[in-house]
Structure formats: structure tokens, C-alpha cells
């Protein structure tokens, strides 16, 4: 017997913000974020994606992730083809973009999307849709967490295309207190570039 199907996906509880978050604090955290060259690594998106706010207006959010294979195929995914032989990249692209660690100077609390405790802590109805499914959804979670009176930093939830990584999407209140280096681009060190490559079974072409 097949599963029943889904029901409607899960909106924030309207007493959210009486109800401590499941947070994990990360002490000295480095993440990855993948970007073209041309723009700094460091923009908090308020006009669009899965954890933007609704009205555009009140915060803006930044991507990456925690380890750069998941960092890779979120930022670029949109330009990894298919062939008969399977996946490739250009090289053109890589030459355009960067892969480059970031770092928190302080502690950051980011609200926990990864296991299932967690999303049961937020609500009886909560699951991996907070994630993964309608975007408008998604940023009606994101607001609410933004303005919880824990004021959490961000979101730590699985990669879309890769979900055995983490990502994250960074709250612009702790913009401060993020530092890129773009100067060690990892897309440059042929060895990371080739166990990115290799992970997704993709192949580089000119």
C-alpha cells in the first residue's frame, strides 16, 4: 500500500514566539560560499530565496554551507549540464566564479532544521517541507524565526541538492561579524576542485 499523500505543508505555529528554539551554537564556525567574482561574497539577499522575508523589506539573507561540496552544487547547480556520459561543468565557469570560506568572528546560533527532534520541538506539524518545499512557506518560517525573541543568527537546514550537507542561511544582523577570503579561492586548488567533481560524478569540459 502506498503512502497517503502529504498533507497541507506545515505553517508556523501561531505561538512560536512563546516557545524556546531548538538552537545549536556554533563556537568559531567557517562555512563555504560559492559566488561569481564580479560581486562580493558577502550579500544578504532580501529580494528573493527560500529564507528571504515575504515582504522583501525586513532582512535580507546570506547562503553557504558547511562543507564545500554542498556549497558547490547550491551555487552553481543551475550550471552543471547532462550529457550521455553524464554530468559536466565548464571550466568557463569556474574561471568566473569562487568558492571561499567565511567565518564568524563571534558565536552564532542558528535555528536547527536537521533532525527530526528538532522540527518536532517547533511544531507537531513541522518536517522537511520547511525546507524543501514552497518557498513562500519557507519564508513565512524565516520571518518568524527572525523576529523570535531568541533572535536566533540563521538557519542550519539540509542542502536541497545534496542533503547529506548542512547548509545555512545567515539572518543580515550578524553581517558584522562575518569575514570572506577570497584570496584562497578553493575552485583554484585542483584538489579540492577534483573531489567537488568527483563527488558528483562530473565531468569538466572548455
Excluded: K
Aim: charge should be neutral; charged fraction near 20%.
Amino acid at each position: 500500500m502506498s503512502a497517503p499523500p502529504p498533507g497541507p505543508e506545515p505553517e508556523p505555529p501561531a505561538d512560536l514566539a512563546s516557545r524556546p528554539l531548538p538552537l545549536r551554537e556554533f563556537a568559531d564556525p567557517t562555512w563555504f560560499r560559492g559566488h561569481n567574482r564580479d560581486y562580493d561574497p558577502l550579500h544578504f539577499n532580501a529580494a528573493s530565496g527560500r529564507f528571504c522575508a515575504p515582504d522583501r523589506i525586513a532582512f535580507g539573507t546570506l547562503y553557504v554551507g558547511m562543507d564545500p561540496r554542498g556549497s558547490f552544487i547550491e551555487a552553481f547547480v543551475q550550471h552543471v549540464g547532462m550529457t550521455p556520459v553524464g554530468y559536466v561543468v565548464s571550466q568557463r565557469l569556474i574561471d568566473r566564479s569562487c568558492l571561499c570560506r567565511v567565518r564568524a568572528t563571534r558565536p552564532v546560533r542558528l535555528v536547527e532544521l536537521t533532525t527530526g527532534a528538532a522540527l518536532r520541538r517547533l511544531s507537531a506539524d513541522a518536517d522537511a517541507r520547511i525546507s524543501t518545499g514552497s518557498h513562500a512557506v519557507s519564508q513565512r518560517w524565516a520571518e518568524a524565526f527572525w523576529r523570535h525573541p531568541d533572535r536566533p543568527d540563521g538557519i542550519l537546514y539540509p542542502c536541497r541538492h545534496a542533503p547529506e550537507f548542512p547548509s545555512v542561511a545567515l539572518f543580515d544582523r550578524v553581517r558584522a561579524d562575518l569575514v570572506a577570503d577570497c584570496a584562497t579561492n578553493l575552485l583554484r586548488d585542483p584538489h579540492v576542485l577534483a573531489a567537488i567533481l568527483d563527488h558528483y560524478g562530473c565531468g569538466l569540459i572548455p
